[in-house]
């Protein structure tokens, strides 16, 4: 997939958050939910992983579950139950490495892979925690305009040496932009969270170039969604140590 597809896929990811943002609680889970499973199902597709349809389940599973939680827990930890579908994730996954018997190749490179997508499927729960914190969408309209400047500065055909520090700089004046210009947002808040968000976009663009061609479709749609939910958590972490 082009580096043009890749960031469309990320945006039209952005728009649908943002839209169930405004939509209400239970779109934004809905929506959180449904990127989680795509997320899951593809990224051991797109790492040509061994035993793909359980892990994918695997970490689609975490994700969902993470998203729902977030979004229909009743006390302010509407993260709380995360790190323990994070840890029962993994723990699956290592499971699913022993029944695959002795003497495979690649086996722990295909635990830290799967790993990682249990992680990155799990912090996207933070963009329904991210409502639950604000009770307004604005913040995700910030956070969203920062990342999707950083999504199209990543599908310059440029070495990622200029395309880093590129859409770092323009994502952080993005994010001020826009919560000047549609919301009520602090302008220095939005400024730090668009900075870091391209940052992870970024370092993410620059794994997938490593990582060469996905081998199907729907491994390269989760590697386009990969930025778009791993970003999640840190939304909503960011948001509550500047704005809550």
Known sequence: MKSSITGLVGILA???LVAGHYAGLGAVVGVAMALAVVFGLGWPQYLGLPARK?????????????????????????????????????????????????????????????????????????WVASLRLLEAPGLTLVAASSAAVALLVG??????????????????????????????????????????????????????????????????VSAALAPVVSVGALVYFVSKLLLA
């Open 54 to 126: 359980t892990l994918g389940t695997v970490i689609a599973l975490t994700g969902a579950a993470s998203a729902l939680t977030a979004g229909v827990t009743t006390n302010s930890g509407f993260l709380t139950w995360t790190p323990i579908y994070i840890a029962v994730g993994f723990g699956a996954v290592l499971v699913v490495q022993l029944v695959r018997g002795t003497g495979q190749a690649h086996r722990l490179e295909s635990t830290l892979g799967a790993g990682a997508g249990v992680l990155m499927a799990a912090f996207g729960c933070g």
């Open 14 to 16: 952005l728009a649908a």
């Open 155 to 220: 599908m310059l055909p440029w070495p990622d040496r200029v395309v880093a520090p590129l859409a770092i700089v323009l994502a952080a004046l993005a994010g001020p932009l826009a919560a000047l210009v549609f919301t009520d947002a602090e302008v220095v808040a939005a400024a730090v969270i668009g900075a870091l968000l391209a940052a992870v976009i970024a370092g993410l663009r620059r794994l997938r170039t490593l990582g060469g061609e996905p081998r199907n479709a729907l491994g390269a």
